[in-house]
């Protein structure tokens, strides 16, 4: 059973940086594709970025802010956020599926962590 756990979130301002961190417990951490999804209050979950032995994927609404980057030695996957929006504000969720796909609908990853949350005040 793969284990999922999530840390970095916390409360900003408008334009700061974090980054969060998540652990994948799986000795073949490379054979997963790791992401980070988000939900805010009363809206759906929704994709943010993936990785997959090197391999990214972003959403259009983060592009150019946050990069999602990989060490396989520490099992770790991170997002680091930079000019952070009050829009930015969600539970972040790390998500792992054993297999690489251009489609990000959330209902295909396997494993989730317990989330970490993320707030951005104007």
């Known amino acids: 059973q793969v284990q999922l756990v999530e840390s970095g979130g916390g409360a900003v301002q408008a334009g700061a940086s974090l980054r969060l961190s998540c652990v994948n417990s799986?000795?073949?951490?490379?054979?997963?594709?790791m992401g980070w999804f988000r939900q805010a209050p009363g809206k759906e979950r929704e994709f943010v970025a993936t990785?997959?032995?090197?391999?990214?994927d972003y959403a259009g609404s983060v592009k150019g802010r946050f990069t999602i980057s990989g060490d396989i030695d520490k099992n770790t996957v991170y997002l680091q956020m930079n000019s952070l929006k009050p829009e930015d504000t969600a539970l972040y969720y790390c998500?792992?599926?054993?297999?690489?796909?251009?489609?990000?609908?959330?209902?295909?990853?396997?494993?989730w962590g317990q989330g970490t949350q993320v707030t951005v005040s104007s």
């Open positions: 990785w997959s032995s090197g391999t990214t």
């Open positions: 799986s000795p073949t951490f490379g054979a997963y594709e």
């Open positions: 998500a792992a599926r054993p297999y690489y796909s251009t489609y990000k609908g959330s209902q295909t990853y396997n494993y």
